[in-house]
C-alpha cells in the first residue's frame, strides 16, 4: 500500500466549475500536507502548504485537512482552462523528513 | 533569482551504461532532493543532501549515488543502467534548514534507455 493515494483521473471539467480533489493517507505520523500543479514537460510548483488539521485558502484555491479521516483535498473554485495540469498531493512527518508524493491526478478544464 | 536548473534535459544511453545529472538549486538554498517519475509509479524519493551531507534515502538499488558540492550543486548518478531506469529525473531545492515540504523543482532531465 503506498503511504500516499489519489485518483489518477483523468478529471475532465467545465471551464467555470468547482473542483474538487482528493488523497488518502496511510501514516498518521505525516504532519506537513501539500498539493503540487504539474504543468505537461514541467516540474511541479507548490501550489497549498498545510500544517496539521484544517483549511487553508488562497484566491480560488481552498486545501482542507482532516486528520481524523486521514483525508486531503483540493477545491478549485471558477476552474479555468489554465488549471488544467496534473495535481500532485504530498506529504511530511517532520521538516527534516523526505517528501512523499502521492500518484498525481489529471485535470483537464474545457473552454 | 534564478530557478533550479538541470542538466542535461534530455539523454539517451544503452543498457549497461552510466549516467550523471546534474542540479544547481536556487542561489542560498542548502537542500537539494532527487526524485524519479515514471507514469506508473510517479514521484519516488531517491535521496536529499543537506550541507554535503545525505540526510535521507529512499528505496532505490546501490547503483543510484548521489552527492553534493560545498556550492550546494549537486550530482546523482546511475551506474549499469536498465530498461526500468528511462525516466524524468527532477532536481527540488529547499530554503532553510529542513524540507518543509516546500521544494521547488526544476524542469527535470529525461532519461531514456535503450
Known amino acids: 500500500q503506498k503511504e500516499v493515494e489519489q485518483d489518477p483521473g483523468p478529471l475532465s471539467v467545465p471551464e467555470g466549475a468547482i473542483v474538487s480533489l482528493n488523497c488518502t493517507y496511510s501514516?498518521?505520523?505525516?504532519?506537513?500536507f501539500m498539493w503540487y500543479r504539474q504543468y505537461s514537460r514541467k516540474g511541479p510548483e507548490l501550489l497549498m502548504y498545510?500544517?496539521?488539521?484544517g483549511n487553508k485558502e488562497d484566491g480560488r484555491f481552498t486545501a482542507q485537512v482532516d486528520k481524523s479521516s486521514k483525508y486531503i483535498s483540493l477545491f478549485i473554485r471558477d476552474s479555468q482552462p489554465s488549471d488544467s495540469a496534473t495535481y500532485l498531493c504530498?506529504?511530511?512527518?517532520?521538516?527534516?523528513?523526505?517528501?512523499?508524493f502521492g500518484p498525481g491526478t489529471s485535470l483537464s478544464v474545457i473552454p | 533569482k534564478a530557478g533550479v536548473t538541470q542538466t542535461p534535459r534530455y539523454l539517451i544511453k544503452t543498457r549497461g551504461q552510466q549516467v550523471t545529472l546534474s542540479c544547481s538549486p536556487i542561489?542560498?538554498?542548502?537542500?537539494v532532493s532527487w526524485y524519479q517519475q515514471t507514469p506508473g509509479q510517479g514521484l519516488q524519493f531517491l535521496f536529499e543532501?543537506?550541507?554535503?551531507?545525505?540526510?535521507n534515502k529512499g528505496n532505490f538499488p546501490g547503483r543510484f549515488s548521489g552527492r553534493q558540492f560545498s556550492n550546494s550543486r549537486s550530482e546523482m548518478n546511475v551506474s549499469t543502467l536498465e530498461l526500468g531506469d528511462s525516466a524524468l529525473y527532477l532536481c527540488?531545492?529547499?530554503?532553510?534548514?529542513?524540507?518543509?515540504?516546500?521544494?521547488?523543482f526544476g524542469e527535470g532531465s529525461r532519461l531514456t534507455v535503450l
Open positions: 527540488a531545492s529547499s530554503p532553510g534548514q529542513g524540507v518543509s515540504g516546500e521544494l521547488f
Open positions: 501514516n498518521s505520523a505525516f504532519q506537513y
Open positions: 498545510t500544517y496539521s488539521s
Open positions: 504530498a506529504s511530511l512527518k517532520t521538516s527534516y523528513d523526505k517528501v512523499i
Open positions: 542561489s542560498g538554498h542548502r537542500s
Open positions: 543532501y543537506f550541507s554535503e551531507t545525505q540526510r
